[in-house]
C-alpha cells in the first residue's frame, strides 16, 4: 500500500495518491492531471477512482479532465449534485482499490456534499482519513461558503458540531488526518502548518474537538470569519461543471508577444498587466499601470482575492522561463483568459523604446529615520487585521490587501503613503495598485514590519500582549 501526499505550498492544497495491488486512486486532483498519470504510469498501476471530497471553492480541481484520460469515475459524497457523470456515493458505501478499502463518511458542515474518506489497509486496519475541508490540522472548514436560501451559516456550524461528533470523533486516536489544505489556506481561520497529524494528538489539541455544547462551537467557528475572496463561488461553479482543457489553456497563454503587439493588445482588450516579477526587479522599472503579484509567493490566492473578474483578459510579464508556471498557477484557480506575455521581459519593453513607471522603496534603516525625525508619517499597515491587532506601529493605520480596492479613500493623495506588510511581498503589490489609480505618493517600505521594529524602540509599537 502506498499513500501519497502531494502538496502545492502556493495554494496551500493537499491532493492523494493511494496505491495497492496495481490498482489507485487520487482524492482532490489539481488541474495538472499528468502529474497523477505520470506517477501511476510508472508505479504499473491503473487509476480506478477520483475521490472529490466536495466542490471546492479555492481551487479548479483536475477531476472531471483527470477522468477523461483515464475513464476512472468520479466520486462525490452524497447531496452532490455535479452537471457531468459521477458516482454518488452513500454514506458508509465502501470502494475496493486493490486490497485496501475506502469508506465514505458524510460530514456536511463546510458544504453540504462534504464527505471525509476513510481507508483500511490490506489487513483490514483502519489507517488514515482524507478528511478534506471538513477537518483541518488545529482548525475546522469555514462553515460560510456554502449558504443556501434555507440554510444559516450558523446552520452550516450546526452540521459541522454534528458531522465532527458522530463521524470523526468516534474513530481510533491511531489513524493519520490527511487535510486538504494547510496554513495560508483561505478555507479556514488558523490552520496549522503541519499537513498531517494523528487523530489523537488532534482530539487533544485541536478548539473544535474539544468537549463543548453545540452553541459553544457554533460561536467559535463562526467568529472572525472575514468575507471569502471573490473568485470561491467561480471556483465552486467550475468545478461542478467542467473547466477548460488545461493544454489548451496553455496554448493560447503562451503566446510570445513582442513589446508592439504586447501593448496593442492591452489598449484593445482592456487586459490587465500582471508583472509576475519579485518586488525588487519590479520597482525600478515596469510597464505603467501593470499589477505586481510575485510569482514567488501566495501568487494564485492574491491574484484570486485582487482581481475580481475570473474572465478578466490578462497579459503577463515574468521572469524568463517561468511563463508556463505563471499560466500554470493562474489556471488553478479559474483564471483562464491569458493573452500572452511580453518577449524578452522589460529588458526587451526598454530596448523597445517603450515607457516605464518606477516605486520607490526604502530600507527600514531609511525609514526609521523618516519615522522618527519626519512627525507626523503616514503610514498604512496592509497586513490582514489579525496581524495588525498582534502588533503594528504607533501611527499606523490598517487597510488590509485583500480590501484595499473598497479603502482606496483612506489613503493620503496629498502626504507621502509609507506601505509596509509583514515582510514586503504584500506592500509592494499594493503600492503598485495604488500607483495604478494615480497615487504618485507612494513609498514601499522593505522587509516590513518584521525588519522595521529592529529599528525602531519598542515604545514605537503597540502589541497585544
Do not use: N
Given at each position: 500500500m502506498k499513500v501519497e501526499q502531494i502538496y502545492t505550498g502556493c495554494l496551500a492544497q493537499g491532493a492523494y495518491y493511494i496505491e495497492s495491488d496495481g490498482e489507485a486512486a487520487i482524492i482532490d486532483p489539481l488541474r495538472e492531471t499528468n502529474t497523477y498519470i505520470n506517477k501511476a504510469q510508472r508505479n504499473g498501476a491503473t487509476i480506478k477512482y477520483i475521490f472529490e471530497t466536495h466542490f471546492h471553492a479555492d481551487f479548479v480541481s483536475g477531476h472531471v479532465e483527470l477522468s477523461q484520460k483515464t475513464n476512472a469515475p468520479i466520486v462525490y459524497g452524497p447531496n452532490a449534485n455535479p452537471a457531468f457523470e459521477s458516482i454518488i456515493a452513500t454514506d458508509g458505501q465502501v470502494f475496493e482499490v486493490g486490497k485496501i478499502r475506502i469508506k465514505v463518511l458524510h460530514?456536511?458542515?463546510?458544504?453540504?456534499?462534504?464527505?471525509c474518506y476513510l481507508l483500511f489497509d490490506e489487513h483490514g486496519k483502519e489507517y488514515c482519513i482524507f478528511t478534506g475541508d471538513t477537518l483541518?490540522?488545529?482548525?475546522?472548514?469555514?462553515?460560510?461558503?456554502?449558504?443556501?436560501?434555507?440554510l444559516t451559516v450558523e446552520d452550516l456550524a450546526g452540521y459541522l458540531y454534528d458531522s465532527l461528533r458522530n463521524q470523526i470523533l468516534p474513530l481510533p486516536d491511531h489513524i493519520i488526518v490527511y487535510p486538504a489544505h494547510g496554513a495560508g489556506s483561505a478555507c479556514g481561520k488558523n490552520m496549522s502548518k503541519e499537513t498531517f497529524d494523528s487523530l489523537g494528538h488532534q482530539k487533544q489539541v485541536n478548539y473544535a474537538l474539544q468537549e463543548q455544547s453545540k452553541e459553544d462551537f457554533i460561536n467559535a467557528v463562526t467568529d472572525g470569519l472575514t468575507p471569502p475572496p471573490y473568485y470561491f463561488p467561480k471556483n465552486v461553479q467550475l468545478n461542478k461543471t467542467g473547466s477548460a482543457n488545461l493544454e489548451t489553456v496553455m496554448e493560447s497563454g503562451l503566446q510570445a508577444l513582442s513589446p508592439e503587439a504586447f501593448e496593442a493588445a492591452a489598449n484593445e482588450t482592456g487586459a490587465i498587466i500582471l508583472d509576475t516579477r519579485q518586488a525588487a526587479d519590479f520597482k525600478d522599472a515596469f510597464i505603467p499601470n501593470s499589477i505586481n503579484i510575485g510569482l514567488k509567493g501566495d501568487f494564485a490566492p492574491w491574484v484570486g482575492t485582487l482581481i475580481t473578474d475570473i474572465q478578466q483578459p490578462i497579459l503577463f510579464v515574468a521572469e524568463a522561463g517561468l511563463e508556463t508556471e505563471v499560466i500554470t498557477r493562474l489556471s488553478r484557480v479559474g483564471y483562464d483568459n491569458i493573452l500572452g506575455y511580453l518577449a524578452g521581459g522589460i529588458k526587451g519593453w526598454k530596448e523597445a523604446g517603450k515607457e516605464t513607471d518606477s516605486i520607490e522603496s526604502i530600507t527600514p534603516q531609511e525609514f526609521r529615520n523618516i519615522y522618527i525625525e519626519g512627525g507626523d508619517v503616514t503610514v498604512k499597515d496592509v497586513r490582514k487585521s489579525s496581524e495588525y491587532e498582534t502588533e503594528h506601529l504607533v501611527n499606523a493605520d490598517n487597510i488590509p490587501l485583500a480590501y484595499i480596492s473598497e479603502n482606496m479613500e483612506e489613503f493620503s493623495k496629498h502626504d507621502t503613503n509609507y506601505i509596509h506588510c509583514a515582510g514586503g511581498y504584500r506592500s509592494m503589490i499594493a503600492a503598485s495598485i495604488l500607483k495604478s489609480r494615480g497615487f504618485d505618493n507612494v513609498v514601499n517600505v522593505e522587509g516590513g514590519i518584521g525588519a522595521i521594529k529592529q529599528e525602531l524602540p519598542t515604545s514605537e509599537l503597540v502589541s497585544a500582549n
Open positions: 460530514t456536511p458542515g463546510h458544504t453540504m456534499e462534504s464527505s483541518f490540522i488545529g482548525d475546522v472548514g469555514r462553515p460560510d461558503l456554502a449558504q443556501k436560501s434555507d
